[in-house]
């Protein structure tokens, strides 16, 4: 039911990756002294690799100032990385369903077509709860599905019933099909309780 | 609000008189016309909007905007699950349109339709029924 951030890290790994790489061949190049072949004014390979006196390079404070700066950027950057790590449930917010904004605006708050999709599988067999969530936007909706069945379901025909009412009714609602359908399914100890009336017709013998 | 002018006739109009309009009389047709449409519904019950439920049969809240003679009106509606909700908002829309228009003489340019809860048909209420 929650996003994690699975792209953003790929991306980031790869970056870090390709830099640290970069290092390393740098690194290589100069402990074997093909740099220096390569390019005279690099350092040959027996020398050390920083010359001259790195107090008077880091003396001036506005130097100080520089890398003081530049530590609190990486530093920033990792925190957002770390808090980015966050499982979030990142919800569609409002439906807009008008073609013309000019005659008016039709609005439909995600967390409505998601309590209509919740109460139809709660009226499923074997199924105690659910929870459904919306992400996406009206023309490419995504839908994720929480089921709680009961463990003398009989769990296909709950999946066979979603796949053939649950789904094709919320297509139907939204005019488009769903872009992506998540179901995660969770077995529980606990009974069924409908708690619902039937409507029936008959006589009533007294 | 004055009523369209009617065609001048031998009597001045301002010696008839006028005819004012109130904003909620609009409100109220608006809402009747929603309501008349099988697949809409509106809230009933409660007290201060705590405790209201969907209800087929209660009118939609409707809030109008008076500017002269033209509205546009704002709809909170519950509808029938599952409906194509664009189509059926068209359809409402212009229904509302219309009737209103042919009601009061007021023309409609705009209606906001928010959708507040989506029902099946066949939902109980999850009481017993007298039968």
């Known amino acids: 039911m929650r996003q994690h951030a699975g792209a953003m890290n790929r991306t980031w790994l ?3 990756g390709i830099l640290a790489l970069a290092g390393g061949v740098l690194i ?7 740099l220096h072949a390569m390019s005279p004014a690099t350092v040959a390979a027996e020398s050390p690799v920083v010359t001259g006196d790195l107090h008077t390079v880091f003396g001036p404070a506005s130097v100080t100032a520089i890398v003081l700066v530049a530590g609190v950027l990486m530093g920033s950057l990792g925190l957002l ?13 409002r439906y807009r369903l008008h073609q013309d904004p000019a005659s008016g605006t039709t609005l439909c708050d995600a967390s409505v077509l998601a309590s209509a999709v919740e109460n139809q599988i709660n009226t499923l067999p074997g199924v105690v709860g659910s929870s459904a969530l919306l992400r996406g936007t009206a023309m490419e909706p995504d839908l994720t599905m929480k089921v709680t069945v009961t463990n003398r379901a009989d769990i296909q025909h709950v999946l066979h019933s979603i796949n053939t009412r649950v789904i094709p ?3 139907t609602a939204l005019e488009t099909p769903l872009r992506r359908t998540g179901i995660q399914l969770e077995v529980s100890g606990r009974n069924a309780i409908a708690g619902t009336t039937v409507d029936t017709t008959g006589t009533v013998i007294y | 609000m004055k009523t369209p002018a009617a065609p001048a006739g031998s009597r001045d109009l ?5 005819t004012f309009l109130d904003r909620k009389v609009v409100e109220k047709i608006a809402g009747q016309v929603a309501s008349e449409e099988s697949f809409a519904g509106g809230s009933s019950g409660g007290f201060l909007g ?4 969907s209800d087929f049969s209660a009118r939609p809240k409707v809030t109008v905007e008076l500017a002269g003679n ?10 029938l699950y599952p409906v194509p909700l664009r189509q059926v908002t068209e359809q ?17 340019r705009q209606i906001d339709i928010t959708v507040s809860w989506l029902k099946p048909a066949d939902e109980t209420t999850g009481r017993r029924r007298l039968l």
Not at chain 1, 81 to 93: K, T
Not at chain 2, 102 to 108: D, F, H, I, P, S
């Open chain 1, 14 to 16: 790869v970056i870090l």
């Open chain 1, 28 to 34: 290589l190049l100069a402990a074997s002294g093909t």
């Open chain 1, 81 to 93: 990385w770390i808090l980015a790590q966050i499982p979030r449930r990142n919800p569609a917010d």
């Open chain 1, 169 to 171: 009714d919320l297509s």
């Open chain 2, 14 to 18: 301002d010696s008839r008189g006028r």
């Open chain 2, 50 to 53: 705590i405790g209201a439920h």
């Open chain 2, 70 to 79: 033209i509205a546009a009106l704002s709809v909170e509606i519950g509808l």
């Open chain 2, 92 to 108: 409402l829309r212009r229904r509302i349109s219309e009737r209103v228009n042919a009601l009061t003489g007021v023309e409609v």
